[in-house]
């Protein structure tokens, strides 16, 4: 059976971007059939505060939720979870579910998301070796971090460190394990990624630097520790695993729209399809400030792009070009990042303030002094004032930026 219109619009992904993608399609006064379909059981919410504040206790499981339940009904919203699609028949203009049964769609968005990368090693079945991506992953840590009294943890990306902060403030003995010589190291460069090494030593984690992983161990199909290729072991009562995402492109794969990186886009979020949009994790766009397709795996273009896409998708004309931006809170520092440079894609770091102390901005500076990227840790009110010399594209004086006494704002000409 098909259910569905030639005015419905079908949102596949009842995620943070899919409920804010609804939400903007009604705000822009469409009034047709919306569908937001997900496969999981749960109410579309936020993903950072899994790694923050939620897991942390000092966030309640309501406030992570992007809408209350009711909200959906009161916006005419067709909510459907733990429902699973199958395929885009994109010849009939309709979405395919597990059931056999079939929805029609004028337009469809898919915000798919990610999922973490799976360890490829002995062991990594165990119990007791987990990853964080849902809010029952969340809770999974959550009783890990309450019952453990030391953990491994592989990958010192964001997750990984995010997570060993927060087994930290709980006490827990946290041994972090990373294949680069530094934190962050491809995403931030070696001045930036120190800060973060010195911060999780600062407050007692084991921190081992170019090592690989070779086995986790296991007891009566429990872990009982890792052993790296040098054969140094590492007890532990459990395993996180942050060693990255892969975009959910496999619906996309399918139904023959180009893949790269993601599923590409324009910068109105269309794919190869005219009928067809993504946005969040899984879309490769095309970006008018930098020119390029970038895909950001980051809570603002999963909360900002569904704007933008849910505009075009109900025909006006609509551009996304927000300076891509994410933040974290590990211990007690506080970062905000905006801009976009490629690992080794920039000239010169310049910093501004106390970087010892961690409060400081740093200046991520390319093309002739032209600020491709700030990052303010524990300096606040200063964002906006870095986004706004990203967009610029000016050059800057180097050392006007290092001077805290002139203001980042009057920096721009």
Do not use: C
């Amino acid at each position: 059976m098909t259910f569905g219109s030639d005015t419905a619009r079908v949102i596949v992904g009842a995620s943070l971007g899919g409920a804010k993608a609804a939400e903007a399609m009604r705000a822009a006064g469409f009034d047709g059939p919306i569908t937001l379909i997900g496969a999981e059981n749960e109410t579309p919410y936020e993903r950072p505060p899994l790694s923050k504040g939620y897991l942390q206790g000092k966030a309640e499981r309501e406030t992570i939720y992007v809408h209350s339940r009711p909200w959906y009904n009161e916006s005419e919203i067709d909510l459907r979870l733990g429902v699973t699609v199958t395929a885009i028949d994109r010849a009939a203009h309709e979405i395919q579910l597990a059931d056999g049964s079939r929805v029609g769609y004028a337009k469809l968005l898919l915000t798919t998301g990610s999922s973490p990368r799976r360890l490829p090693i002995p062991g990594a079945d165990a119990d007791g070796v987990l990853y964080l991506r849902s809010v029952e992953d969340s809770d999974k840590l959550k009783e890990t971090i309450a019952a453990a009294d030391r953990i491994a943890v592989i990958g010192a990306g964001w997750i990984g460190l995010e997570t060993a902060a927060a087994a930290r403030e709980a006490g827990v003995e946290v041994t972090v394990l990373e294949a680069a010589e530094l934190p962050l190291l491809r995403v931030l460069g070696r001045q930036v990624a120190q800060v973060f090494y010195d911060l999780h030593s600062d407050h007692g984690v084991d921190l081992r630097m170019s090592v690989q992983v070779a086995e986790i161990t296991q007891e009566n199909g429990r872990v009982s520790g890792v052993r790296l290729a040098d054969g140094s072991y590492i007890p532990a009562d459990a395993v996180i695993v942050g060693v990255g995402i892969t975009p959910n492109t496999q619906l996309a794969e399918q139904a023959g729209l180009e893949i790269e990186n993601g599923i590409k886009v324009d910068a109105s979020l269309r794919t190869s399809d005219p009928d067809i949009y993504a946005a969040g994790d899984v879309a490769n766009a095309y970006h008018p400030l930098l020119g390029k397709h970038i895909r950001v795996e980051h809570w603002a273009n999963a909360l900002n792009q569904p704007q933008t896409a849910a505009k075009a998708m109900i025909g006006q004309e609509a551009t996304y070009d927000r300076v891509p931006y994410f933040f974290t809170d590990q211990y007690d520092l506080g970062m905000e990042y905006s801009g976009y440079v490629e690992p080794g894609g920039y000239d010169e770091v310049v910093f501004r303030g106390d970087v010892p102390g961690r409060e400081f901005v740093a200046f991520w500076l390319g093309d002739g002094g032209r600020v491709l990227a700030g990052m303010n840790v524990n300096v606040w009110d200063v964002n906006d004032a870095i986004q706004a010399h990203v967009r610029s594209q000016e050059a800057v004086d180097p050392a006007a930026l290092r001077d805290p006494d002139k203001p980042l704002d009057s920096l721009i000409g």
